[in-house]
């Protein structure tokens, strides 16, 4: 059975950081790419970040690049997502998402979720 | 970025009734070269993350009960719940995939009347 659980997030103060882990069980992780998604409360939702199978290749939302830097480590089948400067706008549920295999980019599973609340 | 948009925000409907949910790109999401649709739809129930409905705009999902189904090419999809179960009631979203970064549409709640 594939899962994904978040943890790391908190409650952090303006100008913060913040690291958020998605520990992968259940599939092949170092196959996949995998993303995080980002809802703020009681809105849609916002892609964040994705990296690629191996590490090697990275790509951000405006909002949140210079800031954030995803990466993973496929020997402990973990995602990261390392949160600099956060400001009160990256106050969210944080998701980790697998994209499918093959060459359709939607997201087959998801986690739980983790909270990240920025605020003084 | 393409810009997705859904109607309505939110809608109420009887059990055992139909349920339409619209979604429009800002560009179209067909790929010519494969004539596929880039484009899915995500069930999101409250507390919980988003479960995988739809892709390429009308396959299902496994497990997806066959009342679900999508429709649609270009710019202009469609969801459909052909007849409104209790534990259907959850927020819908659109996703489209051709372009990045990937977008969401902003969300239509499905309550019963």
């Known amino acids: 059975e594939v899962q994904l659980v978040e943890s790391g997030g908190g409650l952090v103060q303006p100008g913060g950081s913040l690291r958020l882990s998605c520990a992968a069980s259940?599939?092949?992780?170092?196959?996949?790419?995998m993303h995080w998604v980002r809802q703020a409360p009681g809105k849609g939702l916002v892609w964040v970040s994705r990296?690629?199978?191996?590490?090697?290749?990275?790509n951000y939302a405006d909002s949140v690049k210079g800031r954030f830097t995803i990466s993973r480590d496929n020997a402990k089948n973990t995602l990261y997502l390392q949160m600099n400067s956060l400001r009160a706008e990256d106050t969210a549920v944080y998701y980790c998402?697998?994209?499918?295999?093959?060459?359709?980019?939607?997201?087959?599973?998801w986690g739980q979720g983790t909270l990240v609340t920025v605020s003084s | 970025d393409i810009v997705m948009t859904q109607s309505p925000d939110s809608l109420a409907v009887s059990l055992g009734e139909r349920a339409t949910i619209n979604c429009k790109s800002s560009?179209?999401?067909?790929?010519?070269?494969?004539?596929?649709?880039?484009l899915a739809w995500y069930q999101q129930k409250a507390g919980q993350p988003p479960q995988l409905l739809i892709y390429?705009?009308?396959t299902r999902e496994f497990g997806v009960p066959d009342r679900f189904s999508g429709s649609g090419s270009g710019t202009d999809f469609t969801l459909t719940i052909s007849s409104l179960q209790a534990e259907d009631v959850a927020v819908y979203y659109c996703?489209?995939?051709?372009?990045?970064?990937?977008?969401f549409g902003q969300g239509t709640k499905v309550e019963i009347k």
């Open positions: 996703q489209q995939y051709y372009g990045t970064p990937e977008t």
């Open positions: 990296i690629n199978s191996d590490g090697s290749s990275t």
């Open positions: 560009q179209s999401v067909l790929y010519s070269s494969n004539n596929k649709n880039y």
């Open positions: 998402a697998r994209k499918t295999d093959g060459s359709g980019w939607w997201f087959d599973y």
């Open positions: 390429w705009a009308s």
């Open positions: 259940g599939f092949t992780f170092s196959s996949y790419w």
